[in-house]
Each structure stands twice: as C-alpha cells, then as structure tokens.
C-alpha cells in the first residue's frame, strides 16, 4: 500500500515562489509515475506536473510550464514543485499522486492520492 504525504503549502503574495514536498511510503515496484494535481471548491482536479521516477520524463500542464517545475530525489523518495510566480488563480489545494503503471496528466490513471496541501496566493 502507497501512502503519500505533502507538505510545504501556506500563504504567499502574487510574485512569489513556493516549494511543495511529498514523502512516499510503502512503494513495491522499481518505478512509479509521481505527479502534481490541484483543485478548487467546485471545480475539476487539473493536471499540473508528473514524472517517470525510471526514465525523468516530465509532463506539464502547456498553462504552467515555465513557472513550475517538477523535481524528484529517490534516495529520499521525495516528489517536489517548485512554484514561482505564482499568481491569485494558483490558489487550490494541491494533491500528490502516483501509479506504477501509467504516467501523464490524466488523474483517473493513478492509483494513489495524498491528502493535499492548501495554497494561497494573495494580490
């Protein structure tokens, strides 16, 4: 059984940077699709970063790129987002999300969540 925790979420002022954590438990297989997701009240859970823990393919959603960054340390099976930039709009909660068998920004193709970390982003 996966278990993912993220941390690293607070409040900012628009411009700003922020960086997210997300420690893993409990992995069985030799590599994992990682991702970022966020989603707000009302709203659909949108794709924002993932990469291949194998190959470090990473994915971005075409909006993001350029502000945010995705980032891994194996030896410390951590998933990281670096956040700059960051406007109003980036507001959400942001979740961590895995799956052994799949990697992209599609939600419905992993198979593991974490209970998410709250951003927000003053102007």
């Known amino acids: 059984q996966v278990q993912l925790v993220e941390s690293g979420g607070g409040s900012v002022q628009a411009g700003g940077s922020l960086r997210l954590s997300c420690a893993a438990f409990?992995?069985?297989?030799?590599?994992?699709?990682m991702g970022w997701f966020r989603q707000t009240p009302g709203a659909e859970r949108e794709g924002v970063a993932a990469i291949h823990t194998g190959s470090g393919r990473r994915y971005y959603a075409d909006s993001l790129k350029g502000r945010f960054t995705i980032s891994q340390d194996n030896a410390k099976m951590t998933l990281y987002l670096q956040m700059s930039s960051l406007k109003p709009e980036d507001t959400a909660m942001y979740y961590c999300a895995a799956d052994p068998s799949r990697c992209s920004l599609v939600g419905g193709n992993f198979a593991y969540w974490g209970q998410g970390t709250q951003v927000t982003v003053s102007s």
């Open positions: 409990g992995y069985t297989y030799s590599t994992y699709c």
